[in-house]
Every structure is written in C-alpha cells, then in structure tokens.
C-alpha cells in the first residue's frame, strides 16, 4: 500500500516562473491537505481539499497561490511568479475521513521549492 | 485565532537524561497529536489524544492530555541517539477543519 507521493521532491525556479506541486494521497483517501514549512519552523497550514472541493483555504496566501483537487489525478498547489520567499518545503497529506472526523494525518515526503 | 504553542524550542540532552516537551493551546481542542521530524524528514503520527486527562504510552514516550484539553505533554524517558528529531504537538478546535501545528521542540541527543 503506496503512502502519500509527491512530485517533484526538489524544484529549482527562477523568481517570476511558476511552480505546480503534486500530490497523491494513499489509496482510499479522498481529503488532502497542503502545509508549508520554512527551515527550523513549525508547519503552516495551507489548504484543505476533498475531491473537487476547498474546504478551507484560510491558511492559503491571497495572491499567487491556488490549489486544486480534481476528480481524477493528483491534487496540484500552484505558485505563480514565485519570489525568494516562497522557498520552502511543502506537504501534502492526506486522511481517509472528514477532518472533523478526528482523523490522523499521513504526510507526504515532501517538496523543497529552492527560488532563486 | 487559535494558536498552538509549543516550548521549548530546542532541547539538548545527554543520552540516557529524559526530555518533556509541552502545547498550550489558546483554545479548547477536540484532540491533539503528536507527530515527529526527523532531520531532512517529513513528520510521522505517533499518536492521538482526545479524552480530558487521557495518558497514552508507547515505550519510552508518555502522551498526556490535560483536564481542560488545552494543553498536552511528550515525555521521554533515557532518550536515545535514534530519539533525534523535532517532535510536534498539533490540535484541531472542536467543529473546526483546521489542525493547527505548534512550531515543534527540537531534540538534540549526545551520546
């Protein structure tokens, strides 16, 4: 049984381009989750999405950034004209149930976006 | 908003010494987990707590989570070299989607 995927596992972009980061949740799980870290911090929350669906996007920049979920496919985060300060490491998990069902969250290994 | 605090920030230990790490929370939760980073990692659940005043262990680590379910420590009895890592403490408010991390205690184990 195949955990959390995430593609790229490293992205080198330049400022201005853009970055599309992949997740796939484990099999049978059908809400994702999108946190960022920076080095030596915490994680911050970002998005929450069942299939076709944002269920919270508080934690979620208001410019630049979007997520999706499609019914098929991976859920993708999207950074347009990305700045030095949008280096980070984004993670992806995923739950089996509602995220008010108490539900543990399975975490990806991650993507480390370098903006130079 | 909720906040999740997290203390301290980084502990450096002698093999064999304990180590506790505590989460206060701001608001009340319906549950706190625990989750720990290795260095260059991604975080691993260690465990859920959702009663008032529940106690859960698992070897070495003790879980607790208070009476008022604010606030939650880890405890490790004689650490070990292999105990190195950030280890968060995240919770969720009651009907809320959001699981809020606080910003982890760092472990530094010397042997």
């Known amino acids: 049984n195949a955990g959390v995927m995430q593609n790229p596992r490293h992205l080198v972009r330049r400022r201005g381009q853009e970055a599309r980061l992949r997740c796939s949740p484990m099999?049978?799980?059908?809400?994702v989750y999108w946190y960022r870290q920076l080095p030596e911090e915490g994680l911050k929350f970002m998005v929450y999405?069942?299939?076709?669906?944002?269920?919270?996007e508080s934690g979620m920049p208001k410019e630049r950034f979007s997520a999706e979920f499609p019914k098929e496919g991976p859920s993708i985060l999207r950074i347009q004209q990305v700045v030095r300060g949008d280096s980070a490491a984004y993670f992806c998990?995923?739950?089996?149930?509602?995220?008010?069902?108490?539900?543990?969250?399975?975490f990806g290994p991650g993507t480390r976006l370098l903006v130079l | 908003g909720q906040q999740v605090m997290q203390i301290p920030q980084y502990q450096h230990v002698q093999e064999g010494e304990d180590f506790t790490t505590y989460c206060n929370s701001s608001?009340?939760?319906?549950?706190i987990q625990w989750y720990k980073q290795r260095p260059g990692g991604h975080p691993v659940f260690l465990i859920q707590?959702?009663?008032?005043?529940e106690v859960k262990k698992q070897k070495r680590l003790t879980f607790q989570f208070g009476e008022a379910k604010k606030n939650s420590s880890l405890h490790i009895t004689a650490t070990q070299t292999t105990d190195v890592g950030t280890y968060f403490c995240?919770?969720?408010?009651?009907?809320?989607?959001?699981?809020?991390f606080g910003a982890g205690t760092r472990l530094f184990v010397k042997a």
């Open positions: 995240a919770g969720r408010n009651t009907g809320g989607f959001k699981t809020i």
């Open positions: 999405l069942q299939k076709e669906n944002i269920i919270d």
């Open positions: 998990a995923s739950s089996p149930l509602k995220a008010r069902d108490d539900s543990t969250q399975y």
């Open positions: 099999k049978g799980h059908s809400h």
């Open positions: 608001t009340t939760l319906s549950n």
């Open positions: 707590l959702v009663k008032s005043g």
